[in-house]
């Protein structure tokens, strides 16, 4: 009987010890990772790189978006506005005959486009249908928001390139003083693009130019020599020289000037407003004091 029990004992002690062994044993469960958040700007690029088919026979302009918006899942903007004012058409007689097929969305819509001279670009969660200038100068002043601490400075800005859509460039050469990898720390809210990194380029040392629609990180002078105005970004509302924008169609004579280099010149195109005086300009006033033509006696 002792044995029977003795063995007994020893089989619940041996399950019991077995049990805690096991606890002990067993692994600590670990948080689950975090999933990586994926930016409006991000998707919008994944989406623009999907392939697709596009046909279309003078279709105006703003029903082609809305159908691409429907079917591809993006928030396309046609600036209509601006393109009244300052190209002097009407976007609804703007017609797109097109047609490709198994191309990415990108090309796509750059081969419709095209045909108006507009272009596109990523601006917050939508994709802007516009002119050139005024693509890269919405993008650059859009607002956002900004928090890095000691983070080297050519991650920063790839960061924010990838983000925002932003083409961003730092010149290699600037490697050899490590000037891109100074740590840089910022923490702002609801700033223009472009000013989030002019103030962390200054802390690093450099200076942005922008060249088309590239920002070029560089050296001081280099950045001087390629800029292509003062600002670094361009001028939307480009005008003739002495010249403000009027109606849609044209332009008035009055005060501005030239926008950024790369710009185009809008001319007055049809219905385009008369030519008037400036604001506040003086009228022309007859100069009564000034010597008559005398005919000469014979």
């Known amino acids: 009987m002792r044995t029977i029990v003795s063995a007994f004992s020893l089989l619940a ?3 019991w010890a077995g049990v805690n062994l096991t606890a002990q044993a067993a692994p600590t469960p670990k948080d689950p990772p975090k999933p ?30 809305a159908q691409l918006s429907d079917s591809h899942k993006i928030n396309f903007v046609l600036d209509e506005a601006y393109i009244r004012q300052f190209m002097g058409i009407e976007p609804n007689e703007m017609n797109v005959n097109v ?24 601006v917050g969660e939508s994709v802007l249908v516009t002119t050139e200038e005024q693509a890269v100068y919405k993008q650059l002043k859009q607002r956002i928001s900004v928090d890095y601490d000691n983070v080297p400075l050519n991650k920063a800005l790839k960061e924010m390139a990838q983000q925002y ?48 629609n590239v920002i070029f990180v560089t050296t001081e002078d280099r950045a001087d020599k390629l800029k292509d105005s003062d600002s670094l970004v361009p001028n939307p509302n480009p005008t003739i020289p002495g010249m403000i924008p009027g109606g849609p169609g044209g332009v008035v004579p009055g005060l501005g000037g030239l926008g950024g280099a790369g710009g185009v010149v809008p001319l007055p195109g049809p219905g385009a407003l008369p030519m008037v005086p400036a604001p506040g300009a003086a009228p022309a006033v007859e100069d009564k004091t000034a010597p008559k033509d005398v005919p000469a006696k014979g």
Request: with cysteine.
């Open 13 to 15: 002690l041996a399950a």
């Open 99 to 122: 047609k490709v097929k198994d191309v990415k969305l990108r090309n796509g819509l750059r081969t419709l486009l095209n045909q108006h001279n507009l272009t596109f670009a990523i």
């Open 36 to 65: 990586q958040t994926e930016t409006s700007a991000e998707f919008i690029k994944k989406m623009l790189d999907a392939k697709t088919s596009l046909e279309f026979n003078g279709v105006n302009l703003p029903t082609v978006l």
């Open 165 to 212: 859509a932003v083409n961003i460039v730092i010149d290699p050469r600037t490697q050899k003083t490590k000037a891109a990898e100074s740590p840089v720390s910022l923490s702002v809210d609801d700033v223009p693009f472009e000013a989030a990194v002019r103030l962390m380029c200054e802390m690093g040392g450099l200076k942005p130019a922008r060249m088309g």
